[in-house]
């Protein structure tokens, strides 16, 4: 029997004026899956990543998030089913006037309030939780410093380090590597995968770089090797293993769903422009 979805979208509509933000978009996502999400400035990415935890509000459609329906749950109610989800906003969306510790404690701090804990975390200390997320991102030594004094890339991982650190089912990432050198890139990449490959949750990744969606697709983490490993050659056909998708979307419609090498063979004009494509 197939695991439940984490995430559900059926034929999710959502309009600003004349503008199609999100057009009949159906989408699931189960534990350990990853969904690399192209497509032209304004095509619905974001609105996609936001509608999933009740961000905004959709026009028609269902939307189910761990098995409830986020478009019809009061906001309330929302507040609790969001803090289970991590979030790596567009804009980075670290808060300046916290240090670095303080926001990655944040999301801790806001589950606790909600009252949903992760019972695998919840007899280690808030400390304790913070510091382990900064070790996951190598990031340790920032625990007191500002946001405003470190780089952009290392902002991006404390992004990420607040992301993960209620160890949610699900992390959706928006663009986390948009303005990165390459080689930072690659490393927040490598450790989305591992946060995918370690915990085994589902990732939604918005991105403009095709390697980002080529490191998730050809390569896993490897635990006791501690690196990431390329997948074998059977990946492709082997639904265990490979477990990542790509969408396209274009004035708020999927208008393509499909593995790696299915994306590479596409014809269409419109979506070989997100295929190797460098920045
Ligand atoms: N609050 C809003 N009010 C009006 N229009 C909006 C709002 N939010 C999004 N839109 C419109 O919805 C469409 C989809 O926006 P969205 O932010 O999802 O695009 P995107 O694919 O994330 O783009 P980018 O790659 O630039 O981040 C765009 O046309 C955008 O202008
Ligand atoms: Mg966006």
């Given amino acids: 029997m197939a695991e439940q979805p984490i995430l559900a979208f059926r034929d999710v509509n959502l309009q600003y004026g004349d503008t199609w933000a999100l057009r009949n978009v159906s989408l699931v996502l189960r534990p350990g899956e990853t969904r690399i999400i192209l497509g032209a400035a304004g095509s619905g990415k ?33 507040f609790a089913l969001r803090s289970r989800a991590g979030f790596v906003f567009q804009e980075g969306g670290l808060f300046d006037s916290l240090s670095v510790g303080e926001n990655v404690e944040y999301p801790l701090l806001n589950q606790r309030l909600s009252g949903h804990q992760n019972n695998s975390g919840s007899e280690r200390s808030i400390e304790d939780r913070v510091r382990e997320a900064l070790r996951f991102v190598e990031l340790e030594r920032t625990f007191d410093k500002f946001p405003s004094e470190i780089s952009g890339g290392m902002r991006r ?3 990420i380090a607040r992301a993960i650190v209620t160890e949610p089912p699900l992390v959706l990432y928006d663009s986390p590597t948009a303005g990165l050198d390459p080689i930072t890139a690659n490393t927040i990449m490598a450790l989305i995968a591992k946060e995918r490959d370690v915990r085994n949750s589902a990732s939604l990744i918005v991105t403009h770089r095709y390697q980002d969606g ?18 074998g050659e059977c990946a492709d056909t082997d639904p265990k293993r490979n477990r990542t998708r790509f969408i396209v979307m274009k004035e708020g419609q999927v208008v393509f769903f499909g593995t790696r090498l299915e994306l590479e063979a596409c014809d269409d004009l419109y979506v070989k422009r997100f295929v190797h494509h460098e920045d």
């Fill in 46 to 78: 974001t609105c996609l990543l936001k509608a999933a935890i009740g961000l905004v509000h959709v026009d028609g459609g269902e939307i189910s998030l761990f098995g409830e329906d986020v478009t019809r749950d009061r906001e309330t109610d929302l």
């Fill in 157 to 159: 991982r404390v992004g």
């Fill in 214 to 231: 080529e490191i998730m697709d050809k390569f896993f983490y490897d635990a006791a090797r501690q690196e990431l490993v390329p997948l």
